[in-house]
């Protein structure tokens, strides 16, 4: 019913940035919450921001709090996250995830989308 495509992860050096996208369809896109969720070889999945569906109530992990932001666009359809001050702990698949917002913040996202991949060189 809602499906989630992330685009915009690559390669790029420690300090950098990155933007990251989630289009988004189904007929609930406006009713979800939104966020991403990271995973990295050596870890398990942890949750790094989310959005409330009108732009309110967001949240962001202690380690990426005050370098990421998230926002949303429901015109387009679109979530993102841009991601500064990048770090090589930053390394990870970063997947979009739609659902309640207590949810997404407790890896129980609804829907998932397949991933993008960021690596941060040193």
């Known amino acids: 019913q809602v499906q989630l495509v992330e685009s915009g992860g690559g390669l790029v050096q420690a300090g950098g940035s990155l933007r990251l996208s989630c289009a988004a369809s189904g007929r609930t896109f406006s009713s979800y919450a939104m966020g991403w969720l990271r995973q990295s070889p050596g870890k398990e999945r942890e949750f790094v921001a989310v959005i409330g569906w009108s732009g309110g109530s967001i949240d962001y992990a202690d380690s990426v709090k005050g370098r990421f932001t998230i926002s949303r666009d429901n015109a387009k359809n679109t979530v993102y996250l841009q991601m500064n001050s990048l770090k090589p702990e930053d390394t990870a698949v970063y997947y979009c995830?739609?659902?309640?917002?207590?949810?997404?913040?407790?890896?129980?996202?609804?829907?998932w989308g397949q991933g993008t991949q960021v690596t941060v060189s040193s």
């Open positions: 995830a739609a659902g309640p917002g207590l949810s997404i913040r407790n890896l129980r996202a609804v829907y």
